[in-house]
């Protein structure tokens, strides 16, 4: 379903990508894994059109670059930052969203009741809590109902409850409809949860490729705790601990 072959970005003189080659199949969920500046976000904004790049990426068979208002149909996309006006109704931003991707959003409550937001289409963006606004967000991705969902760090801003909240919507929705997701996190329990492979990013290069199982045992196996003794006569309870920073 997406093709990315030697997908190359530059930013003047700095190479944000290089040379990077992804392949995920109908009905997979793909996981983006790297630090900050790894290439996640510059990967998903080629994909998404944002940028230019070098290279090729193909959505379902067409090229992003030559096709990329069908591309663009063809994706769902939920970004690490949301953009909507405080004043603006729920109903409002789905009608409107809908416009824009040229499909009807027939019933604005049944797209909400999608992503538990039912009864809420009558409020104010500036009323909704942080977590609402991001399920509203995958509420818009989803109208038109695209093979492809991509997602950036999108609980990023939320709190551990409403991370888990997200999360497990995701997963209900993933293996209800089989789609095709691409979305890049740090959260190791996000990737457990959505993602059947693993695309670890190194600056800008593909450092290796993993079943999840694999990607899991070898980050859990990578936290080393060492303990210090303060001094050597004081009791265990004196001993200062220094956790060894985990590998990602």
Known sequence: MIQINHLTKRFGRSVAVDNVSIRVLPGESVALWGANGAGKTTIIRCLTGLYRYEGTIQVDGHDAVRHGKRVRQQIGYVPQELGFYD??????????????????????????????????????????????????????????????????????????????????????????????????????????????????????????????YAFASRVKGSAVLHLTPADPVDDFEAASTQLIERQA
Do not use: N
Not at 133 to 162: F, Y
């Open 87 to 212: 004043d603006l109704r729920v109903s409002a931003a789905i009608e409107f969203f809908a416009t824009l991707r040229g499909v009807s959003a027939t019933s604005t409550d049944a797209v909400l009741a999608r992503v538990q937001l039912d009864g809420h289409a009558r409020k104010r963006m500036r009323e909704l809590s942080g977590g609402m606004k991001q399920r509203l967000a995958l509420a818009i991705a989803l109208i038109g109902d695209p093979p492809v969902l991509v997602l950036d760090e999108v609980t990023a801003s939320l709190d551990s409850a409403g991370r888990r909240e997200f999360v497990a919507l995701l997963a209900a929705l993933a293996q209800a409809d089989g789609r095709c997701v691409l979305f890049a996190s740090h959260r190791l329990e996000e990737i457990e949860a959505l993602a059947s492979r693993v695309i670890l990013l190194d600056r800008g290069h593909v450092a290796d490729d993993l079943d999840v």
